[in-house]
């Protein structure tokens, strides 16, 4: 697993990415009530807003980390929205996406790295 | 941050692993380890206590209670002269333009008017009271007192373990009660829509009252995120988002805070700034009214969303000024303001939402039934 600056993780399988939020991002936000994600099948660009969150208190955007495809979305978080407090880095896994250019991936942060960048 | 003000629970909030945020210059827990959703349920199923004392609190006195009394009616369009002794009423400070400057509990003490006004409000609502009432008025900002507020079905029994006097006391009545040795003025009231009591207390004694109060079984430090959607779900405004000082008491709906003796062709009606414009809103009618709104889809409309009569093009008929999570609901909750026409319960809309029209109603207030003790 590797982590952007904006609280993201990534898992990357062969040309697969999966992508959600931290542990830390999670409780951050408080209690997730809503979550509205992308369609399959969008070309997205780095930055792109591509899920739209909110916790009792306010909406946050989570941004694609880098360009391409999204391939799948985990549909299970728009019923179940509790889940990315309670799983965040494992079930509560937002979309999985194919890199236009993985080279993007390359200043991402590992585990040991970002748990001194939340100090 | 350093320029805040803190409350005499400071120390507790933090102890007790509270997120402090700046809150109308005070640094108040915004939620606890629990969380906002939890400790609102909590409030809802057990009891609650929230820290409020950044809220004001201000003594009037005078030559005789009916002195202060009807010296105090000229500020706010609500019955005080009929204010029996060890009573509290909800209240409204006007402008000339009939707009809300404040909200507030008044209750009567003796032949003193005990006043808790807002935080963000209380120096402006201390000098108009000062302005309009001195000499004939001492107006007493009480400075040395915190304020606990203790909310939920359980609050009773909880305070009631300290003094079984609390137990007789009726939703809005006002008195002392001896909590465990500490002397406090007690009403038996809130702003949640669960039955419970607003403890106001010496600054002295508030951590070990605090302390005492959570030591009882099913009492939870809360926080002021659950704080504003128990209001929300209660139907109960905030001040600054709901009523404002170019919302009058009758577009507000709180014309049920507005007794009949105040009302046109009371006996004493009128007599508070703007009471024109109240008093022909009422009889009139008014262009807008506030609502409460139920959001069809998952998705909370914020504070701001704008309402439209229709799903493509239509009319712009109001806006959202206040729209959360309700965790008791479980699903999204609002209120706001929309054209009169279009305020009766069930009225279809529709609310902008990152650019998309999402159906939501008008609907009826509250969203949770309230449950005081009457």
Same mark, same amino acid.
């Given at each position: ?18 992508? +959600? ?19 399959? +099948? ?56 194919? *890199? ?12 040991? *790295? ?6 | 941050?350093? %320029? ?55 003594? =009037? ?13 000229? $500020? ?11 009573? #509290? ?12 400057? /404040?909200? $507030? ?45 203790? #909310? ?27 909590? %465990? ?13 669960? %039955? ?8 002295? /004694?508030?951590?070990? $009252?605090?302390?005492? =109060? ?9 926080? $002021? ?16 988002? /709901? ?10 709906? =709180? ?20 009471a024109e414009v109240v008093q022909k809103a009422f009889e009139g009618g008014v262009m807008r009214k506030r609502v409460g709104l139920a959001p069809e889809t998952r998705a ?5 969303? #704008? ?38 319960? %069930? ?28």
């Open positions: 697993m590797i982590f952007t600056e904006e609280h993201e993780w990534l898992r990357v399988e062969g040309d697969e990415i999966t992508v +959600g939020i931290t542990i830390h991002a999670a409780e951050q936000l408080g209690d997730v009530v809503f979550v509205e994600l992308p369609s399959d +099948g969008v070309t997205v660009s780095k930055d792109d807003e591509v899920v739209v969150i909110e916790s009792v208190k306010a909406a946050s955007d989570i941004l694609a980390p880098i360009d391409g495809e999204i391939i799948e979305v985990n549909g299970a978080l728009t019923d179940n929205p509790g889940m990315v407090n309670d799983d965040p880095q494992g079930d509560a896994w937002f979309f999985k996406m194919k *890199a236009s250019d993985p080279s993007q991936m390359d200043d991402f942060m590992d585990e040991a *790295a970002y748990q001194k960048f939340i100090g | 941050m350093s %320029d805040l003000h803190q409350t005499p629970l400071y120390d507790l909030h933090l102890e007790l692993g509270g997120k402090m945020v700046p809150f109308a210059g005070y640094s108040m827990p915004v939620q606890y380890p629990m969380g906002v959703m939890k400790e609102h349920l909590h409030t809802r199923s057990h009891a609650g206590l929230f820290d409020v004392s950044h809220m004001g609190q201000v003594m =009037l006195s005078g030559a005789s209670w009916e002195a202060v009394a009807a010296a105090f009616e000229r $500020l706010v369009p609500m019955d005080v002269l009929g204010l029996a002794d060890g009573r #509290q009423r909800y209240g409204l400070f006007t402008n000339d333009a009939g707009g809300i400057e /404040d909200d $507030l509990m008044f209750a009567r003490r003796g032949d003193d008017l005990f006043v808790v006004v807002n935080a963000a409000c209380k120096a402006a609502d201390i000098a108009r009271m000062k302005s309009a009432l001195e000499p004939e008025v001492t107006v007493t900002p009480i400075m040395d007192r915190a304020l606990i507020a203790v #909310q939920g079905p359980g609050a009773a029994a909880a305070v009631a373990t300290l003094d079984p006097a609390a137990a007789e006391m009726r939703f809005m009545d006002f008195g002392t009660l001896g909590l %465990d040795g500490i002397s406090v003025w007690a009403s038996r009231s809130g702003y949640t829509g669960e %039955d419970g009591y607003e403890i106001s207390v010496s600054d002295a /004694d508030a951590e070990a $009252l605090a302390r005492r =109060l959570l030591a009882i079984d099913g009492v939870e430090a809360i926080g $002021l995120g659950a704080r504003d959607s128990l209001r929300l779900e209660a139907g109960l405004c905030l001040y600054g988002n /709901d009523i404002d000082a170019q919302t009058n008491p009758i577009e507000a709906s =709180l014309n049920w805070a507005i007794q009949k003796v105040r009302r046109p062709g009371g006996d004493r009606e009128g007599g508070y700034p703007g909370p409309m914020r504070e701001g969303t #704008q309402l439209y009569d229709a799903e493509e093009g239509g009319r712009l008929v109001g806006s959202v000024t206040s729209g959360s999570f309700g965790p008791t609901v479980g699903g999204p909750v609002a209120m706001g303001y929309v054209g009169s026409e279009y305020a009766s319960v %069930d009225t279809a809309l529709w609310g902008e939402v990152r650019g998309k029209r999402l159906p939501v109603r008008v609907a009826k207030l509250p969203f949770v039934a309230a449950n005081f003790k009457r």
